[in-house]
């Protein structure tokens, strides 16, 4: 007889992220609710996918799904977990699962976090100031969340482990597949202090589409989303749409008016999507009473 978790991990094994319809069935019944329709097939014969997913659920070895995850060093997370990050489920399409590798107790104090996110080719300005208000956050006893890419992500990372923070990063692939590569020593370090996520099983590889996936995931895990520096069409605009849309409050760095990597920062301002901030201390009045502070 499989357990809730096992067929949450088949299941995760099988759905692509943030698909709205098997994630919405899943979380209204059960996964081994949808599971058995999928298999016995008098349910979802309408829907365009249902023969692949019926043939992948078939094929799939429980046995060496979790043997994967061990192998890993990794641990699949379900909202039967009493440490599920509960903010995920305010998403409209919450994950099935979570893969996560690191100090799992970090999630936790996810009531006390923020994320920093913005351009993987940042100007030195908006490098340090990533930097500087990752460490000024952790010092302030809260946890970083990003995305683990190059650019504002990096020095968000760097900056909160410089700190003697945590941070949370949240990957676009499995967690055997690292990316970016030149960041290897920054996710084992991360992995030893803090938390790295994924969506995906361990042996998946990164995909582009993925990338806009995760940043959900970096929005609902955190209290608040901080842009540093973004292009007028970003993925850090994205994930600054996703937290808007699940109340989240949202704040931009502003910037020269001349500099292209300042035009979404500023176009988030100018939509009253984001606040704007220059210092750490106007971030927490904002959020000040959702940390009960």
């Known amino acids: 007889m499989l357990t809730e978790s096992e067929a949450r991990l088949i299941l995760f094994s099988c759905i692509e992220p943030a698909d709205n319809f098997w994630s919405g069935e899943i979380f209204q019944t059960s996964a081994l609710a949808v599971l058995e329709r999928i298999i016995n097939g008098k349910y979802y014969g309408k829907r365009p996918e249902f023969l692949d997913l019926q043939q992948k659920v078939s094929m799939i070895d429980l046995p060496n799904l979790k043997k994967e995850l061990i192998d890993a060093s990794c641990t699949f997370l379900t909202p039967e977990d009493p440490d599920w990050p509960i903010g995920l489920n305010d998403l409209l399409s919450p994950p099935i699962g979570l893969v996560i590798k690191g100090d799992r107790s ?70 055997n597949h690292l990316y970016p590569l030149e960041n290897l ?3 084992n370090k991360i992995s030893i202090s803090g938390l790295l996520i994924s969506e995906v099983m361990p042996s998946v590889s990164s995909k582009p589409y993925r990338f806009l996936i995760r940043n959900r995931l970096i929005a609902a895990l955190s209290k608040a989303t901080v842009v540093v520096e973004a292009e007028f069409v970003s993925g850090s605009i994205r994930t600054a749409r996703d937290a808007a849309e699940i109340f989240r409050p949202v704040f931009a760095i502003p910037g020269e008016v001349t500099s292209a990597l300042s035009e979404g920062c500023h176009r988030l301002i100018a939509e009253r999507i984001a606040d704007i901030a220059t210092s750490l201390d106007e971030i927490l009045e904002i959020i000040k009473p959702l940390q009960l502070r």
């Open 106 to 175: 970090t999630l936790k104090n996810l009531d006390r976090s923020i994320s920093i996110v913005g351009s993987r080719k940042p100007t030195s300005y908006g490098y340090q100031i990533a930097k500087s208000l990752a460490m000024q956050a952790v010092k302030q006893e809260l946890i970083v969340v990003s995305g683990g890419a190059y650019g504002i992500d990096t020095a968000s990372h760097i900056g909160a482990l410089a700190g003697d923070g945590k941070t949370i990063c949240i990957l676009a692939g499995g967690l």
């Open 185 to 187: 020593k920054l996710f």
